[in-house]
């Protein structure tokens, strides 16, 4: 199965990338077999994902799974984006080939991470 429409579209044109000054929490995610890594810089706000940006140094699928993530829990509370899996992020993209279905894992498992990081944060200010 080659890449969807939608992946190009977002590996060719990813939505918030890069790096975020002040983020309130940062997490990684990284693939045990080829060691890509995905990288999430997260804003929250009364618990919603007020801003969220992403770095990720991998394949196409993951870097348009990154995009679409970021574009599906931008203005979701925290719960209900940790609901969001690599299912859900490759039917966004109207599929993933079966063997780049792990790709879309890591941005997911970021997040995870990157809230973990944010709560870490606010226990100890
Ligand atoms: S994340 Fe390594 S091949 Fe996709």
């Known amino acids: 199965m080659p890449y969807s429409r939608k992946v190009m579209e977002h590996f060719t044109q990813p939505r918030n990338v890069g790096e975020m000054k002040d983020a309130d929490g940062v997490g990684k995610a990284s693939n045990n077999v080829d060691g890509d890594l995905v990288v999430i810089h997260l804003k929250i706000k009364d618990e919603v994902v007020h ?46 080939p079966a063997n780049k279905i792990e790709c879309s ?14 709560r870490q944060r606010k226990r100890i200010h």
């Open 51 to 96: 801003d969220i940006s992403f770095q990720t140094f991998g394949c196409a699928a993951a870097i348009a799974s990154s995009s679409m993530f970021t574009e599906m829990v931008k203005g979701k509370s925290i719960e209900e984006a940790q609901r969001i899996d690599k299912q859900m992020v490759a039917d966004a993209l109207e599929g993933m």
């Open 105 to 118: 894992i890591l941005a997911p498992e970021a997040f995870r991470q990157a809230v973990e990081d944010y």
